[in-house]
């Protein structure tokens, strides 16, 4: 079974600094990672993914995320947060055959001016 | 191009009512999953389905269930409505099925259940 966990459920930044969100995740094979991100009242937008390949991957808005097999890790980066980066960020990881993808619970990023 | 589509957009129903929920993909995509996302519970898996079969299957009662059409467009309901199945209903579309595929969610639909 597949699983994802993001242990913070609120991160605040001050806008300008450098943000991470964090998300560890468990899969049998070699996991399909992504990072989505959800404004109020809006579906999921993607920002980035991993599948194979460099382990720092670049995304949009800026964002990128980098992966640590040894830690199983995959944590959303910025190096300059944005008062508009402010909303709610899922990890998830995708089955290598299946569709189904599994969610961690979401982190609330909250960047002050 | 367009994005996904969810209709309705808000919905009120009352116990033991049925509801059907609708999700146009975006074109050319032939994958269609749905979530159901609760303050609680986070976001939960429903099914997934392509070129008109269901591939997977989350744990929900047997009173969800879903189908595709032959232009992917999908439906799901939900019968014997209960208070928690209040949530915001989400439908994503993909390309394919493979793990790498990216998934494009719509707005969702939001369940009330009084």
């Known amino acids: 079974a597949q699983s994802v966990a993001q242990p913070e459920d609120q991160v605040n930044v001050a806008e300008g600094n450098p943000l991470t969100v964090k998300c560890t995740y468990s899969v049998s094979g070699n996991p399909y990672l992504f990072w989505y991100v959800q404004y109020p009242n809006r579906g999921l937008q993607f920002l980035l993914k991993y599948i194979t390949g460099d382990n720092l991957v670049k995304g949009s808005y800026g964002f990128e995320a980098e992966f640590n097999k040894s830690q199983t890790s995959f944590h959303l980066k910025k190096p300059s947060a944005l008062v508009s980066d402010s909303a709610l960020y899922f990890c998830a990881v995708r089955d290598t055959n299946a569709g189904k993808s599994t969610f961690g619970d979401g982190t609330t990023l909250t960047v002050k001016p | 191009k367009a994005g996904v589509t969810q209709t309705p957009r808000y919905l009120i129903k009352t116990r033991g009512q049925q509801v059907t929920l609708s999700c146009s993909p975006i074109?050319?995509?032939?994958?269609v999953s749905w979530y159901q996302q609760t303050p609680g519970q986070g976001l939960q898996f429903l099914f997934e389905?392509?070129?008109?079969?269901?591939?997977n299957k989350g744990n929900f009662p047997g009173r969800f269930s879903g189908r595709q059409f032959s232009n992917s467009r999908s439906e799901m309901n939900v019968s014997t409505l209960e208070l928690g199945d209040s949530a915001l209903y989400l439908c994503?579309?993909?390309?394919?099925?493979?793990?790498?595929?990216?998934?494009?969610f719509g707005a969702g639909t939001r369940l009330s259940v009084l």
């Open positions: 074109s050319g995509h032939r994958s």
């Open positions: 389905y392509f070129s008109e079969t269901q591939r």
């Open positions: 994503a579309s993909s390309l394919g099925t493979g793990g790498f595929d990216i998934q494009y």
